[in-house]
């Protein structure tokens, strides 16, 4: 079954070969990028061979994206949910693939003769992280662009030891990752060129790996094998390292966690007597469900971006006088940035620039309009890159209608003469 290669690659690592570590194909940590909660991907091998596939979020509409005899493993979404990279070995060595979202596409990008494995998206989408045993047999992190090409070791890892599992940050300014050096795998993050590798987790008494990042870059799940207890666990810490927890604490296997594009929950694997599954559970641990039934490892969110335009209208009784003034108010829902624009009526047009002291500029176009006795103030944000509330360009929506799905802009129109109608908002 595939878990129990897992749990033999963390669990028993000291117990074994450093090739047979390798063969064993530990899994990624790809990270999970913000936005809308999409579908999950996973590997699984309910139909007799190990494939890809995808599901929705409560465990419904199971589709097969791969069908090679090969086996198809540690799907990685891409930041804007289009595309998944994976590892195959239908080369005959392990390759790293890409398709499109619907399994369309399949294309190879490596082709060195050495085993590579564990993708892992950078958030521009340009690059894209894997781990290779091609310098001298034994693992490292190294980077490629989107198409294949520029494939350069980038962790250089002295050997015996090597590094495995790399998981890049949303904010693109890390590559968390696993490192082995003769005792224990730990919890390691470098900057994108290598540079800078620090030890987070630092804890000889457990075995540390698949690192994935939270959307919002702050925090880090990983798996921990306690060696004295025998199990795998799911853990969380801050970037970091500090603050690290169990999440799970339950008497199974609980393996490669996978953060919801919006933050609040986290699929993870799961085994006990039989194959493994794949549960979901809230970011602090609670209600773990479990969400599909074959034996399945490797789940990966997809982040759906938001589409659209926001629009606010405010219809007005009669004519405004020239010099009368609306006030255009702007709430990010995180609380940190909270704004008032006054604009006047007749002097106001086009593009506006609404200065936001956290997250920068935010540009708005602004119509208004006086026909028939009743004038029409309009305000249209893009959803683009100076158009977010979070820690990444273009991830988060900018407005909600109440009943609706989360915000993280809400915009308000007041003004200081009579309104026939409540603003509108639409997008």
């Not at 190990?50 to 979020?57: E, F, L, N, R, W």
């Not at 000889?204 to 199990?231: C, K, M, N, Q, Y």
């Not at 169990?246 to 007597?273: C, H, M, V, Y």
Request: aromatic share 8%; charged share 25%; net charge negative.
């Amino acid at each position: 079954m595939v878990v129990l290669r897992r749990v033999c690659s963390v669990g028993a690592v000291i117990l074994l070969t450093v090739a047979s570590v390798l063969a064993a194909g530990a899994p990624t940590g790809a990270s999970a990028f913000p936005g809308k909660n999409g579908k999950i991907v996973f590997s699984s091998d309910r139909n007799g061979n190990v494939d890809i596939y995808v599901m929705d979020a409560d465990g419904s509409d199971v589709t097969r994206l791969t069908t090679d005899p090969a086996v198809d493993s540690e799907p990685s979404w891409s930041a804007d949910g289009k595309r998944i990279a994976f590892a195959s070995d239908r080369s005959g060595n392990g390759d790293i693939y890409v398709m499109d979202d619907d399994g369309s596409d399949q294309r190879r990008l490596t082709t060195d003769p050495s085993a590579d494995r564990g993708p892992s998206w950078s958030p521009d989408g340009e690059h894209i992280a894997f781990t290779s045993n091609r310098d001298g047999g034994f693992d490292d992190i190294f980077v490629m662009d989107d198409d294949g090409s520029d494939q350069r070791n980038v962790s250089n890892v002295a050997a015996p030891a090597f590094a495995i599992e790399p998981s890049w940050s949303p904010d693109g300014e890390h590559i968390a990752f696993s490192r082995f050096a003769g005792g224990d795998f730990e919890i390691y993050v470098m900057r994108p060129d290598g540079s800078g590798q620090t030890d987070l987790t630092n804890n000889p008494a457990s075995s540390d790996s698949d690192a994935t990042w939270s959307p919002d870059a702050e925090r880090i799940a990983f798996t921990s094998f306690v060696s004295v207890a025998g199990l795998n666990e799911i853990f969380v810490m801050d970037a970091d390292g500090t603050g690290q927890r169990n999440l799970t604490n339950d008497p199974s296997n609980d393996f490669q966690a996978a953060w919801s594009p919006d933050g609040e929950k986290i699929a993870f694997a799961r085994q006990r007597l039989g194959p493994s599954t794949i549960f979901v559970m809230d970011e602090d641990g609670d209600d773990p469900t479990s969400i599909s039934g074959g034996d399945d490892t490797g789940p990966n969110w997809q982040p759906r971006e938001v589409d659209g335009d926001v629009t606010v209208t405010k219809w007005v009784n009669g004519t405004p006088p020239e010099g009368a003034t609306y006030d255009v108010k702007i709430v990010c829902d995180n609380g940190d940035d909270e704004f008032t624009k006054v604009l006047t009526f007749g002097e106001t047009g086009g593009t506006q620039t609404f200065e936001r002291e956290s997250f920068g500029p935010l540009e708005c176009e602004v119509t208004e309009t006086g026909t028939g006795g009743a004038a029409t103030v309009e305000i249209t944000c893009a959803n683009g890159e100076n158009a977010e509330c979070g820690n990444e360009p273009g991830t988060f929506e900018l407005f909600d209608d109440p009943g609706g799905d989360d915000t993280a802009i809400e915009i308000s129109v007041t003004n200081t003469f009579p309104v026939s109608a409540e603003p509108t908002f639409t997008g």
